[in-house]
Nanobody
Framework: QVQLVESGGGLVQAGGSLRLSCQGS????????VGWFRQRPGKEREFVAT????????YYADSVKGRFTISRDNTRYTGYLQMDKLTLEDAAVYYC?????????????????WGQGTQVTVSS
């Protein structure tokens, strides 16, 4: 089991950047693929990106490919989502999650542990 806490959200202008962090509660963090999801107002929670246990493999939603970068530092039990060239459509609550299954899970039901979310607001 692992607890996850996101941080790094905030207000940014369109075209700007933010880096989100996902702090895991302990060593078990390194056993799980980690994913990022987001939920916009009135929308379903959607997949953004995922990274495998070692950090060597990643997978992105088409909507963020080339703009967002997922990474992890297993020595710090922390995952990251670097978000560049933000647009108004990227404004959402961002969640990190850990999965006990799969290599690069991209579906919400494949994730077992979730953080509380961090708000990203993008202004024009």
């Amino acid at each position: 089991q692992v607890q996850l806490v996101e941080s790094g959200g905030g207000l940014v202008q369109a075209g700007g950047s933010l880096r989100l962090s996902c702090q895991g509660s302990g060593r078990t963090f390194i056993d799980y693929p980690v994913g990022w999801f987001r939920q916009r107002p009135g929308k379903e929670r959607e997949f953004v990106a995922t990274i495998n246990q070692s950090g060597q493999r990643t997978y992105y939603a088409d909507s963020v490919k080339g703009r967002f970068t997922i990474s992890r530092d297993n020595t710090r039990y922390t995952g990251y989502l670097q978000m560049d060239k933000l647009t108004l459509e990227d404004a959402a609550v961002y969640y990190c999650a850990a999965s006990r299954r799969g290599i690069l899970p991209a579906r919400r039901y494949e994730y077992d542990y979730w953080g509380q979310g961090t708000q990203v607001t993008v202004s024009s």
